[in-house]
């Protein structure tokens, strides 16, 4: 068929092709027919235009609040975290830990966590050893992390400062953006004239509400982590050399005696019909061979 009859041949059917163009739109989601029918949507957003923190997923929503850069900030926001672990000599765990109280006091930090355990080591006597984590003013980190390396013996040290600028401003902004939007829902209820749309309007602003107090809780979290630092402490006093040395027990030896019977004995029945039947070919050998040498020098 040529291009000229081809032509002729959708002139004769463009009513059909019309038909095929109209159903595809419609099947691409690009038509919008909503405005033929009078509902919310007339002067509400849609369900597709909500907060995209509140429509989003969990693993998508956490995206909005990922580090950035912020390079046109300043005045940079940064999170301190130490670790801290050190030894004392035995029997002088209790002074020690005194001390470390009386540095938390003075600085006006705070303890939230407090771990202690001491082990019996039976006739070598008990030691004892602790875990502690501390919030201290930002102000006063350097000081206070001096004041409690001189507790006893440094085994080590680490810390650690992250930039959160970048993740705070984020927040900022969508906490704008969503501000922005419960006021917009907060107009159309007034405009609204069905009940059936402010009861669609009300349940919005309630969840746009919720999204805006979440959003105020994470800068509240991120300013206290700039705030305050965090410094964990382990404290442990020091044990003796040998206090890990202790003769083997008799259950022990007892145990490794029929352990070392009971390999030997599955060895032993694993071997012997390989040791039966070497045995076999040997005795006939000699049987067979034997009795020929007998009969050559016969």
């Keep these: 068929m040529t291009v000229k009859e081809q032509l002729l041949k959708l002139k004769e059917n463009w009513l059909l092709v019309l038909v095929v163009l109209v159903v595809l739109y419609l099947m691409s989601g690009s038509g919008d027919f909503d405005g033929a029918v009078p509902s919310l949507s007339s002067y509400a957003p849609s369900m597709a235009v909500r907060s995209s923190y509140e429509a989003a997923p969990s693993y998508a929503r956490s995206s909005l609040y990922d580090r950035g850069f912020a390079p046109e900030v300043k005045d940079r926001l940064i999170s301190k975290t130490a670790r801290l672990s050190s030894e004392v000599e035995k029997g002088s765990f209790s002074s020690a830990e005194s001390q470390l109280k009386s540095i938390i006091k003075s600085s006006e930090s705070y303890l ?48 650690n400062a992250e930039d959160i600028t970048g993740t705070y401003i984020n927040i900022k902004v969508e906490l704008d953006t969503e501000r922005k939007r419960l006021l917009r829902y907060e107009q159309m209820y007034a405009e609204a004239k069905k009940m059936e749309d402010k009861i669609d309007l009300n349940d919005r602003m309630f969840n746009q509400e919720r999204t805006i107090a979440n959003l105020l809780d994470s800068m509240d979290r991120l300013g206290k982590q700039v705030t305050y630092s965090t410094i964990r402490v382990s404290l442990a006093e020091k044990k003796s050399a040998y206090a890990d040395i202790a003769f083997v027990e008799l259950s022990m030896l007892a145990e490794a005696l029929i352990g070392s019977l009971n390999t030997f004995l599955v060895l032993a029945v694993a071997a012997l019909p390989w040791v039966l039947g070497i045995g076999l070919v040997v005795w006939l050998y000699r049987k067979l061979f034997g009795q020929k040498n007998k009969v050559k020098k016969a």
């Design 112 to 159: 939230l966590n407090e771990d202690v355990d001491t082990y019996n080591s039976g006739e070598r006597g008990e030691y004892t050893s602790a875990s502690y984590e501390i919030k201290v003013q930002s102000a006063k980190y350097d000081a206070v992390v001096q004041q409690l390396k001189g507790i006893g013996k440094v085994l080590s040290f680490n810390e």
